[in-house]
């Protein structure tokens, strides 16, 4: 593997969520341990599944790693960062002010802005610090889905600058109260992921065109902030052996063709990086006998398998959209860890809703969501678009500015420009957006495509912080009031789907995803098994035991998670358009035996 010649102390593992970034970069560490190197493996996702590959329980601390000599593992959570974050500050102070006033300092550092600064703050001191750090030979960082990973990158240059130009309006002070005092840390950190003496960033990548297209964006946009030691590595790519009898197997022909065209047309700022491929395995990447062979670029030796396929009998997306057609209109909400193909489901179920006679509007507010690349023209009834965050923050600063700063002087409205380069800004921005979108849902059918796992999250974290704030506003006043996070709360205005693949980890992360909404109050409405091989009509071998691997987390979501649900098949041809987005949401590759 290119990437692993000569490796320099930090290496970061990043790209779009679900192309395997963990599972590489677990690989990495335990090949750097056994060759002899003392290695720490950090996971800064908030949907962190670390200790899921490995079968143990990490947690916010550094934690050895028995069964591998040399390797210890910590995963940052940035719950847990936030709360240590908030005690530390408001520690000292607790009991020497009065209570009113430690309560406004601790809802000061309630949202998802110090989630952030907190988190930021552990990440630069393993960078930097000495102490923490010194016993090990390389720190592997496996980062989170391209848009939070770009947004953590940035942030040691982001926060150094906002730190050198002084301080935003009051809602920033809290936050920042903690980070003033380790200034030289921050120019530390960026001086160390800018140096490719001792940095190295691994671009991971799917062999599919829109994933390569969003590697070239994650590439050209950290290669703008100075981190230009990058290395690229294709995951997954379905061997030639799998291949060799492609007239009988007419699924893996459309793989393999789909992969080698994607190869062929790589964008142009790709070309020039060292470049990996590593083959699609026939085994989940769970443990460490899965992680050992994740690097081996042989082909896999599969023998035939005595038995036939048996492909599965499970209810379409279609199934789905007839009960959710019963309402007339509400917000349709598809949620899970990026990568799992929310935003082609997010289509299909729009075109299809749309298709019946329903007034719709699918929109995204996914950092990373491109959904002109995935619905490619207009259809009668469907109103298409996106809450970009960078769109959304500027209008909101415009917005601002014209209202609040038409009465200032020069002096006054530099004062609100500077208030408006707080980070807090796009925080507030999104969610009015978010706000504006679910109202709609009264009167049509709304369907979000929502961001991965963490990016959710946070964003739900700053919706019920809204709640709490007018909740106790207009208590004991009488007056009835309805907010957005009582609206996800209620069944009947709001259908949360959980969208996950039939492998170990992704059923892992949706599980918890499920239990950190039902915390919310929000309880999930069905889960959507995507991309199933089991659910059609496979012959090559590799694919074969692969749709077997698929039938026990399928099961497992039928009958432990999942009040209802549904399985999309893999199809041979990409969902791409309103006709082939009908297709995928009527499951017609389905097939009618039993489980």
Request: with cysteine.
């Amino acid at each position: 593997m290119k990437f692993l010649d000569t490796p320099p102390r930090f290496l970061f593992f990043t790209g779009k969520g679900g192309v395997g970034k963990t599972s590489i970069a677990c690989a990495t560490a335990i090949q750097l341990a056994e060759s002899g190197k003392r290695v720490l493996l950090v996971s800064t996702d908030p949907a962190s599944n670390v200790g899921q590959v490995f079968g143990v329980t990490i947690g916010n601390r550094i934690f050895p790693l028995d069964a591998v000599p040399g390797l210890s593992a910590l995963e940052i959570d940035p719950q847990a960062a936030a709360q240590a974050y908030r005690d530390r500050i408001v520690g000292p102070v607790r009991g020497v002010l009065p209570d009113a006033v430690v309560k406004g300092i601790e809802e000061q550092l309630s949202g998802a802005c110090t989630t952030e600064i907190a988190a930021f703050d552990e990440f630069t001191a393993l960078l930097t610090d000495s102490t923490l750090t010194a016993n090990y030979e390389h720190i592997i960082f496996d980062t989170a889905p391209t848009g939070h990973t770009i947004r953590l990158l940035q942030l040691p240059g982001a926060w150094t600058g906002f730190l050198d130009e002084g301080k935003g309006d009051a809602s920033c002070l809290g936050p920042l109260a903690g980070l003033e005092k380790q200034r030289t840390q921050y120019k530390a950190a960026v001086d160390a992921l800018a140096d490719s003496q001792r940095t190295r960033l691994i671009l991971v990548a799917r062999a599919q065109q829109a994933t390569l297209r969003e590697v070239a964006r994650t590439h050209e946009e950290l290669a703008d902030i100075g981190l230009s030691q990058q290395y690229l590595v294709i995951n997954g790519v379905l061997p030639a052996s799998a291949a060799s009898n492609l007239a009988a197997d007419p699924l893996a022909k459309a793989i393999h063709n789909r992969e080698q065209a994607a190869l062929a047309t790589i964008p142009e700022v790709l070309k020039s990086l060292p470049r990996d491929q590593i083959p699609l395995k026939s085994f989940n990447l769970v443990g460490l006998t899965a992680l050992h062979q994740l690097l081996v670029t042989s082909s896999e030796s599969m023998p035939a398998l005595a038995e036939p396929q048996v492909v599965l009998t499970a209810p379409s997306l279609a199934t789905l959209v007839d009960e959710i057609a019963e309402d007339g209109h509400g917000l349709i909400m598809l949620m899970g860890k990026g990568g799992v193909g929310k935003t082609t489901l997010a289509a299909a179920l729009a075109v299809e809703l749309a298709s019946r006679g329903y007034p719709v509007h699918l929109t995204t507010s996914d950092p990373a969501g491109h959904l002109s690349e995935t619905l490619d023209g207009a259809l009668e009834n469907l109103k298409v678009s996106q809450i970009d965050p960078a769109t959304e923050t500027e209008r909101y600063r415009q917005h601002v500015l014209e209202i609040k700063g038409a009465s200032l002087d020069a002096q006054g409205r530099a004062l609100l420009e500077e208030d408006l380069r707080s980070p807090c800004t796009e925080e507030i921005a999104v969610f009015q957006a978010f706000s504006r979108v679910i109202r709609e849902a009264g009167k049509k059918f709304v369907v979000m495509d929502t961001a991965p796992t963490g990016h959710t999250l946070l964003l739900l974290d700053a919706t019920g912080a809204y709640h709490r704030e007018i909740s106790r506003q207009m208590s004991g006043k009488g007056s009835h009031f309805t907010t957005p996070m009582m609206q996800l709360q209620d069944p009947r205005q709001t259908k949360v789907l959980i969208v996950t693949l039939a492998e170990t980890t992704p059923v892992l992360e949706a599980a918890n995803l499920q239990a950190d909404l039902r915390r919310a109050g929000i309880e999930p409405w069905a889960w959507v098994v995507n991309n199933s091989i089991a659910a059609t009509i496979v012959h090559s071998p590799l694919l074969l035991q692969r749709a077997r691997n698929e039938l026990r987390e399928i099961d497992a979501v039928a009958t432990r998670y999942a009040k209802r649900y549904a399985v999309v098949p893999l199809l041979e041809d990409e969902p791409i358009g309103a006709e082939r987005l009908r297709k995928l949401a009527a499951g017609q590759q389905l097939a009618t035996a039993e489980v």
